[in-house]
């Protein structure tokens, strides 16, 4: 079993429309917990991260960790063609250190 | 705002060549790590680096590579003989402590031929 799963994508959906993308994990240890955005070519962006059980938002963005099912989703509201990038979920058992990724979503956000 | 540096930008390099991969990470951070992302697939943990000398690196980390922190802003990472499959984008990150997270570089895409 693969340490981080992620839903494969691609994914396509309309200009405002609420998008779910999620990760499971395998190892209990991780603690913290990453959402990165790249486009293509560039390097990962940090959008949220969370080290706790629940539901933490910023702005159109909402990541949710569930550590009991070792699942993390982030929610976008309202997306927009901006949206439109590869989702990477990464985690690690010590903040700041060797975090591990998974393989990224691509999502387009069709106007 | 402040952001981590990568140069070059695209190298091109021929199968047995040394390369020399340089990152700026940001002033105040204290680690500093380097990933790779062979194309298509996930972003895969190198190393990492605290106080001049390595604190953790994965399996990809062999004797071919190195890291240095040759003065107060530079973090290099070298490739002594590269390999076709060494062809990959390299990205640098940083951060300034335990309540940070990980700020990457653009990256640089290393071509092997």
């Known amino acids: 079993q693969k340490e981080v799963e992620q839903d494969p994508g691609p994914l396509s959906v309309p200009e405002g429309a609420i998008v779910s993308l999620n990760c499971t994990y395998s190892n209990s240890a991780f603690q913290y917990f990453m959402w990165y955005r790249q486009y293509s070519r560039k390097g990962p962006e940090l959008l949220m991260y969370?080290?706790?059980?629940g539901n933490k938002e910023d702005g159109r963005f909402t990541a949710q960790v569930d550590k009991s099912s070792k699942y993390i989703s982030l929610f976008i509201r309202d997306s927009q063609p901006s949206d439109s990038a590869t989702y990477l979920c990464?985690?690690?058992?010590?903040?700041?250190?060797?975090?591990?990724f998974g393989p990224g979503t691509r999502l387009s956000v069709l106007p | 705002e402040p952001e981590v540096t990568q140069t070059p930008s695209h190298q091109v390099t021929q199968m047995g060549q040394e390369v020399i991969l340089r990152c700026v990470p940001i002033s105040n951070h204290l680690y500093f790590y380097w990933y790779r992302q062979i194309l298509g697939q996930k972003v895969e943990f190198l190393v990492s680096?605290?106080?001049?000398?390595?604190?953790?690196k994965s399996e990809i980390f062999d004797d071919q590579f190195s890291v240095e922190r040759p003065d107060g802003s530079n973090f290099t990472l070298k490739i002594r003989s590269t390999k076709l499959e060494d062809s990959a984008m390299y990205f640098c990150?940083?951060?300034?402590?335990?309540?940070?997270?990980?700020?990457f570089g653009p990256g640089t895409r290393l071509t092997v031929l």
């Open positions: 969370t080290y706790s059980s």
């Open positions: 990464a985690m690690g058992d010590n903040y700041g250190q060797n975090f591990v």
């Open positions: 680096f605290y106080n001049n000398e390595i604190s953790e």
């Open positions: 990150a940083s951060n300034s402590d335990s309540t940070d997270t990980q700020y």
